[in-house]
DNA sequence: GGCATTTGACCCAC
DNA sequence: GTGGGTCAAATGCC
């Protein structure tokens, strides 16, 4: 029975894998000299290097004898929280007894809500495909509670879920809880058309402001422009909006009315949870490449590292 | 046939 | 022991 799960994990790490060197190809081709794209290389780039931290996890795992932690969704997690709390010192039974506990929650959440005028929470649309799992009925709550888990969950290791149930008191507000951290390539291009759109509304609001001929006083009726982007903007609840240093924070924002972009947010955070992500970085957790200066070279050498590993496994 | 959803059973944390 | 989260077989839809 082991045998077919460590045959199942192998097939995930290969899919991850394929994933990464089909990423390559693309940033192979995107650095060609007459199309190359910063941003769409900086995309590429975090997809492949994050496609990278799952097949080692992955294969680390494996290598353990740990499949059953990668079926039970304890994937892709730091290795040091998969030992358990007691440290270094702790014994092989031990490890077996931790090894078999559901892992703590994950690094951070958000909780949502949204108020959706169709009235099924399967019509809430976070820019996210979503697969529900399974549905329960909560104690004391009179709706019961759907989970989903991210459609790119085996095809490129994103563990994020999220949680959707509808409000007690009214039945026209959904409660979404996330949970875990987006990897798959849809966070990426959300990302990438966040930033794009962010811009834009950035070189807007300049235009509209230079276009006075003289500034405003910058008081609470002319607040500065870059105030009234973001408030325009409102939240980007995206995960690149917490950092690891907010990785157990959680915010509520309600696109009902609440102010006058529609849109409440509030920040929570707990001190305990925070040390715990200071000890636990994720491997795949926020990296960015905006500062990086990446070569030709450096794109095939990914490549060659992907089909080395590619060939290993075969 | 492939993919998504449903739902009862199972596992684990408290 | 209980409740919440996940699994996986059954089922439905395209």
Redesign the pocket.
């Known amino acids: 029975m082991e045998k077919v799960g460590v045959l199942s994990d192998k097939k995930t790490v290969i899919n991850v894998l394929t994933e990464g060197k089909k990423l390559a190809n693309e940033l192979k081709s995107q650095l060609h000299p007459t199309t190359t794209s910063r941003e769409a290389c900086d995309v590429l780039l975090e997809s492949i290097l994050s496609s990278y931290e799952n097949a080692i996890t992955l294969l680390a795992l494996i290598g353990n004898g740990a499949s059953s932690q990668i ?3 304890k994937l892709f997690e730091p290795p040091n929280s998969m030992e358990g709390s007691e440290g270094s010192n702790h014994n092989s039974k031990d490890q077996v007894q931790n090894s ?5 929650l994950p690094r951070w959440s958000e909780h949502v809500r949204v108020c959706s005028g169709t009235g099924s929470e ?1 019509q809430i649309d976070d820019g996210y495909n ?7 009925d ?3 709550a009179n709706h019961p ?3 989903y888990r991210c ?1 790119h969950r085996n095809t490129q290791g994103c563990l994020a ?1 999220k ?1 959707v149930q509808r409000a007690d008191e009214d039945p026209m507000m959904f409660e979404v809880i996330y949970r875990g951290k987006h990897s798959c390539r849809q966070e990426r291009l959300r990302q990438k058309k966040e930033r794009k759109e962010e811009e834009m509304q950035q070189e807007q609001v300049m235009m509209k402001t230079n276009s006075k001929a003289f500034s405003f006083p910058q008081n609470d009726l002319f607040p500065a422009a870059d105030t009234v982007t973001n408030s325009l903007l409102g939240p980007t609840y995206s995960p690149s909006f917490l950092s690891p240093a907010t990785s157990d924070s959680y915010f509520s924002l309600s696109p009902c009315p609440v102010n006058d972009f529609g849109i409440a947010l509030s920040l929570h955070t707990s001190d305990s949870d925070f040390a715990e992500i200071i000890s636990n970085p994720t491997p795949a957790m926020d990296f960015t490449f905006r500062d990086l200066d990446l070569s030709f070279d450096d794109a095939v050498s990914f490549e060659s590292h992907f089909l080395d590993a590619l060939d290993y496994l075969h």
């Open positions: 079926a039970a969704g078999k506990k559901r892992k703590s399967g979503w697969r529900k799992y399974g549905q329960k909560i104690l004391g509670r759907a989970y459609t879920t949680q």
